[in-house]
């Protein structure tokens, strides 16, 4: 059933995901774990950069000194071990790799890791999770196995899969990570009766929203949105920090080419894409092209509108990770309706506006009765100035199980801790 769509044909999102750690990071000797969250460190570093590319670190550590250490900095970029093996040169012979994903085995953009990694006399791999990328699951580390390299996988997984949540969802789910964002007033208002909503929460919160622009690949909002608030939907940071992608949800092409939200691709560094569905009207889909815009065509739902499914699968194609929706209460209404959001951000400004008309963060049909309510998981509560953020998961990717052991990778053992 499906609880705030009113047809039920749509899964809902399951509850807290199916993937425990197998090995409990406490099991592993302090040293391993730090390494490891070394590892994980350099990884992060890459937030947001690595599209549609995993984030990775490595460390290469012999006699207790790290020898050579990298990170993926950006896809087409050398991967982590390449850059740790790099700057190890000769010391890498019997060393251990601490690496956050499992090593790759298939020519992509680079030469497969794991060759690379045997041919450089590495003696122990010690990865924090399996590479969820079907040309891998498990394959990295069984050639590295069957070369007569030890490997232990597990160590500090969970830390690993939160960090790479949106390339599980697109590996495990075959689409994006879907974020949703809003701001609303304590009596739950995300506009006045009269639409005006600048602005619910104070700098901090908005801050926050910037950095978080930064790391995802595309920011998303419905051409409601567009008419009511013209936004540019640029990363506005006092050091500059990465404009994702923009997206107008938009059946009939009805952006105004003079919107903010296109102007700002003469500016940006990332384009504006303008979501329409076949039936758009070709001579305002030519306007917007004009403008700068890049029109999507997507299949169309029975009632006219952008098939929100096959929109991310298309953005999924297109290689966009994770997407941070910006609202307004329909296009939240229609995701959570279809089971497609995963993580909500709430903020919460301690104001009370009223108005019987005002709008709420999620429209659509709504569900009767409080029992049949979307839960969310992993709840937590931070202060941002004056304001308050409830964040939590209806979906999280980064406990989804990948049972890849006993199908593609015999003789790899999950168990880890020597
Ligand atoms: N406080 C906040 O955080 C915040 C954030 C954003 C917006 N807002 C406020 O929210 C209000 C706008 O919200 P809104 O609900 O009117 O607009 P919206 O959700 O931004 O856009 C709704 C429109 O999206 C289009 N759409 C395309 N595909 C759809 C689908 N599959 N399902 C549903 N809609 C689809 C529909 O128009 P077509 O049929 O023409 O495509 C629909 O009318 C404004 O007052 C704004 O200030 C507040
Ligand atoms: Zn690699």
């Known amino acids: 059933m499906n609880p705030l769509g009113g047809n039920g044909s749509l899964p809902a999102a399951p509850a807290a995901g199916g993937w425990q750690p197998a090995v409990p990071a406490a099991n592993w000797p302090e040293e391993d774990r730090r390494w490891m969250r070394r590892a994980l460190a350099l990884a992060g570093r890459a937030r947001g950069r690595t ?3 995993p984030l990775v670190g490595a460390v290469l550590v012999r006699d207790d000194r790290v020898v050579g250490e990298g990170f993926h900095r950006r896809a087409g970029a050398p991967h982590a071990e390449a850059e740790a093996l790099r700057q190890a040169g000769d010391r890498a012979r019997g060393a251990t ?11 992509g953009r680079t030469p497969p890791c794991s060759d690379a990694l045997i041919r450089a006399g590495i003696r122990r791999v010690v990865a924090a999770m399996v590479d969820p990328d079907p040309r891998v699951r498990g394959r990295g580390l069984a050639a590295l196995r069957a070369a007569g390299v030890r490997v232990e996988v597990g160590l500090l997984e969970e830390e690993a899969r939160r960090l ?7 590996n495990l789910l075959g689409r994006p990570l879907i974020t949703m964002k ?17 602005w619910i929460t104070g700098d901090a919160a908005r801050r926050f929203v910037h950095r978080l622009r930064d790391r995802v690949d595309l920011i998303a909002v419905g051409i409601g949105t567009v008419l009511a608030d013209d936004p540019c939907l640029t990363t506005r940071l006092p050091r500059g920090g990465r404009d994702p992608i923009r ?10 080419p ?6 700002a691709a003469a500016a940006s560094p990332a384009p504006t894409w303008i979501a329409v569905t076949e039936r ?3 001579h305002r889909v030519r306007a917007l092209e004009a403008a700068g815009a890049q029109v999507l065509r997507v299949p169309a739902t029975a009632e006219g509108r952008v098939d929100l499914a096959e929109l991310l699968v298309e953005l999924g194609r297109r290689g966009i990770r994770h997407v ?54 992993r709840v937590r509560l931070r202060r941002l100035g004056d304001d308050w953020l409830v964040e939590g998961y209806l979906r999280d990717p980064a406990t989804l199980p990948l049972d890849v052991f006993s199908a593609t990778a015999p003789g790899v053992s999950r168990a880890g801790g020597p």
């Open 51 to 53: 599209t549609p590319n």
């Open 97 to 107: 790799l601490y690496v956050t994903l499992e090593p790759c085995c298939h020519y």
């Open 164 to 170: 790479n949540a949106a390339y599980l969802a697109w």
């Open 182 to 198: 809003y701001a609303m007033t304590l009596d739950g208002r995300i506009a006045t009766r009269r639409g005006d909503a600048r």
């Open 247 to 256: 997206l107008v949800i938009d059946s009939q092409a009805r952006t105004p």
């Open 258 to 263: 003079g919107a903010r939200v296109v102007r």
């Open 280 to 282: 758009a009207p070709a």
């Open 324 to 377: 941070l929706v910006e609202g307004g209460a329909a296009i939240h209404g229609a995701l959570l309706a279809a089971g497609l959001a995963d993580h909500v951000l709430a903020f919460i400004a301690p104001k009370l506006v009223g108005g019987a008309g005002a709008p709420g963060p999620v429209g659509g049909p709504g569900v009767d009765r409080m029992a049949g309510a979307l839960r969310l998981h």
